[in-house]
């Protein structure tokens, strides 16, 4: 997978961006990173961006732990 990831990133940032600097190669090479991440839709995960499926993830892992709780009687 990082194979694939890296070679995507050589195709769609580095190799078509002339850069002079560093700065100006980190600034380019970031954004891609967040746009792969945030809003590229990726075929692998139903063509959902990676942080859609992360926050739906995280979502039903908070579901699950609810549910595992012992509610907690409240004296009176």
């Known amino acids: 997978m ?3 990831v890296t070679r995507t990133l050589q195709e769609q940032c580095v190799h078509r961006h002339r ?3 560093f700065e100006h190669a980190s ?3 970031g954004g891609w990173i967040r746009f792969y991440n945030n809003q590229r839709p990726h075929q692998a995960l139903g063509g959902e961006p ?3 499926v992360s926050r739906f993830a995280a979502q039903l892992e908070q579901e699950s732990l609810r549910q595992d709780m012992p509610i907690m009687s409240q004296a009176t």
């Open 27 to 29: 600034r380019n090479v």
């Open 50 to 52: 990676p942080i859609e």
């Open 19 to 21: 850069v002079e600097t």
């Open 2 to 4: 990082v194979q694939r």
